[in-house]
């Protein structure tokens, strides 16, 4: 099913729009909290919750893939769930396997390729073979970077990439001088991402639980009230309009970054004069 051709006209024209607003976030990342009391507010168990937030995944992915969105990082488990009840864990894992089942043919057809992050040696074999076939099979696709976190925390991969660095100075591949930010982000499990430019997160909760710690830091921070299954394409657009909105100050102010931005555009004009005047 190719997805490019299954666009209502309503949701191309709210793409179109969100397009028009200027440049996408590069990478999303989404906290997709809110499944356990959706479902308990309707009476249903936990689990319930979790097999409807799949829907939501499906949607959502299907939806950033189409926008153009390059980098999309779900938080699906953290090394903190482990301690959640062991039904509602056992579920979780199946719900990751039937996802993995019954998606990745639309997924590869779609140009999705697919990566983790986290401790994944601690998640069940089945899980973990299903996980390398579909790495393996998606590894040569162009379109949307999925990146599922699966056992993740941000400070356990800050902790795990400083006892590397720690083990490569002591073999003296590297000196304490040499470490810099782009240096230790190298080392981090999320070494072939951007940094994450949105965070989302689902439910009304304010809080980054220990997701991307490192990467965020200059990140925009989006909260929707929706509970994770609740949360479908127009919410998604919603949120992305709220970004498009913003400005990205990086520290510095209002002023500096629109004298940048009008530099850019001028050298853009000259380079584009400059290849016109070459042919
Ligand atoms: C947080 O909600 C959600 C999780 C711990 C799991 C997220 C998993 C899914 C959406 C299942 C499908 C995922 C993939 C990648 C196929 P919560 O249970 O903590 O909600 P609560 O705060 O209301 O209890």
């Known amino acids: 099913m190719n997805w490019n051709n299954q666009r209502s006209a309503s949701d191309l024209a709210k793409q179109e729009d969100i397009n028009s607003l200027g440049k996408l976030p590069k990478h999303v990342a989404i906290i997709m909290d809110g499944n356990g009391r959706w479902a308990t507010e309707k009476g249903m168990p ?7 937030g799949m829907e939501s995944v499906r949607e959502i992915v299907k939806t950033s893939s ?27 894992m199946s719900i990751l396997e039937q996802y993995l089942r019954s998606e990745i043919d639309e997924l590869h057809e779609n140009g999705v390729r697919l990566h983790t992050i986290g401790k994944l040696s601690s998640l069940p074999k089945m899980v973990q073979k299903l996980l390398k076939e579909s790495i393996e099979r998606t590894s040569d696709n162009q379109g949307l970077n999925l990146t599922l976190a699966l056992s993740y925390s941000g400070r356990w991969d800050i902790v795990r990439a400083v006892q590397m660095i720690g ?4 073999r003296g591949k590297i000196s304490p001088e040499d470490i810099s930010e782009s240096l230790f982000s190298s080392y981090l499990q999320t070494a072939n991402l951007p940094d994450a430019d949105f965070m989302i997160r689902t439910s009304g909760e304010m809080r980054l639980s220990n997701f991307l710690l490192w990467e965020v830091a200059y990140g925009e921070i989006y909260i929707s009230n929706k509970y994770w299954p609740e949360f479908r394409s127009d919410d998604l657009y919603l949120a992305l309009q709220n970004y498009m909105n913003r400005e990205r100050r990086y520290g510095m102010t209002s002023s500096q970054i629109v004298n940048q931005a009008q530099n850019e555009k001028h050298s853009n004009y000259l380079q584009k004069m400059m290849n016109v005047l070459k042919k």
Do not use: M
């Not at 938080?75 to 056992?90: C, D, H, L, M, Q």
């Not at 083990?167 to 002591?170: A, I, K, Q, T």
């Open 46 to 52: 936990r689990i319930a919750g979790h097999k409807a």
């Open 66 to 92: 189409q926008i153009g969105i390059k980098y999309l990082t779900l938080y699906a488990f953290s090394i903190e769930n482990w301690k959640r009840p062991a039904t509602e864990v056992t579920g979780l």
């Open 167 to 170: 083990l490569d100075v002591r």
